[in-house]
């Protein structure tokens, strides 16, 4: 065998061992998918180019939406803090965050201009996009 290759074979024996090791330390980390933050209402009013009069009552009316759903997650033993949820428990909540979501659409109906809305609903995050 001649010296290159023996030196080729043992640069992949080292570079196989700090691939196991590296694994081997992350097999016990969570891999929990992190639930982004929503946006601040704040922001979201300036992207919507909101009036003055619609501005603190667009930013009540998010306020309130995102202590409702906090609220609700907490009732059912859910942390965002702690990453995604399992499907199960989402599933388990659908309905009432499917009413939450219907309740905030009407309010914001009321303040929103329609082509606000249409802006809003281009902007805002959604569960499933990336």
């Known amino acids: 065998m001649t010296e290159t290759l023996r030196l080729r074979l043992h640069r992949a024996g080292i570079a196989t061992a700090a691939l196991i090791l590296a694994l081997a ?5 969570s891999h929990a998918q992190q639930v ?3 946006p601040r209402p704040a922001d979201l009013a300036a ?3 909101l009036s003055p009069e619609q501005t603190p009552v667009f930013i009540s009316i998010m306020d309130s939406h995102f202590a409702e759903t906090k609220a609700l ?6 942390d965002p803090s702690k ?3 399992p499907f199960q428990v989402m599933r388990k909540l659908r309905a009432e965050m499917m009413q939450n979501q219907r309740a905030l659409k ?7 201009t329609p082509q606000q ?3 809003l609903k281009e902007i805002a995050p959604r569960g499933r996009r990336k």
Do not use: D, Y
């Open 36 to 38: 982004p933050a929503p």
């Open 25 to 29: 330390l992350t097999a016990g980390q």
């Open 83 to 85: 990453g995604r949820p």
């Open 117 to 119: 809305m249409q802006t």
């Open 47 to 49: 992207k919507l180019s």
């Open 106 to 112: 009407t309010e914001l109906s009321a303040v929103l």
């Open 73 to 78: 997650l907490a009732r059912h033993g859910v």
